[in-house]
């Protein structure tokens, strides 16, 4: 299915005799909500080449929206790494009044500083979108116990870390 803002690429949907029949939701335990059309939405964004190979470019909840441009957050981190190769960083996109979404990097490396992510990004030809708008310094980045990335937490963290700029602007009273 087509993303809007990703031109190489879209949203998988897949269905067959191998694919499960539905969801059963804690709220109707006894009912099968079946996906439309038979159509399992699988949350991966994927491109197909010419010979027909898929290849999952990220996870839709793992891209932000910015000025109508599709962001991978997994390309922020891996920006990152190269930059600071022996800390770690997750990023988040909250939601922003201007461009939709904005992009915020969590790292624990103290010394971390968006001034050097602008400068790697111009000289891989990255696009300045993969900028983050802010890097925030944390002590240490929450993982799983697998050892990978705890999102769903470092999603709350930058949302409650940036909590002032979420709420909406007060409004002067009418005299």
């Known amino acids: 299915m087509p993303v809007e803002g990703?031109?190489?690429?879209?949203?998988?949907?897949?269905r067959g005799p191998n694919i499960m029949k539905g969801y059963i939701r804690p709220s109707a335990p006894l009912q099968l909500e079946a996906p439309e059309g038979g159509w399992h939405d699988t949350g991966d964004i994927v491109s197909i080449d010419e010979d027909g190979f898929i290849r999952i470019r990220g996870r839709v909840k793992r891209f932000a929206k910015?000025?109508?441009?599709?962001?991978?957050?997994?390309?922020?981190?891996n920006c990152a790494t190269s930059l600071w190769p022996d800390s770690m960083h997750a990023a988040a996109a909250i939601p922003d009044k201007r461009k939709g979404e904005q992009v915020i990097l969590l790292t624990d490396d103290a010394k971390a500083d968006r001034a050097d992510l602008v400068a790697f990004a111009?000289?891989?030809g990255i696009s300045e979108l993969a900028i983050p708008r802010k890097i925030i310094h944390v002590?240490?980045?929450?993982?799983?116990?697998?050892g990978k990335t705890d999102y769903g937490t470092v999603q709350k963290t930058v949302e409650a870390l940036m909590a002032d700029e979420l709420k909406p602007a007060a409004t002067e009273p009418a005299e």
């Open 66 to 77: 910015l000025g109508g441009e599709m962001v991978s957050l997994a390309v922020v981190e």
């Open 6 to 14: 990703i031109d190489d690429g879209g949203q998988l949907h897949i």
């Open 139 to 146: 002590e240490s980045i929450p993982v799983l116990g697998t």
């Open 122 to 124: 111009r000289n891989h």
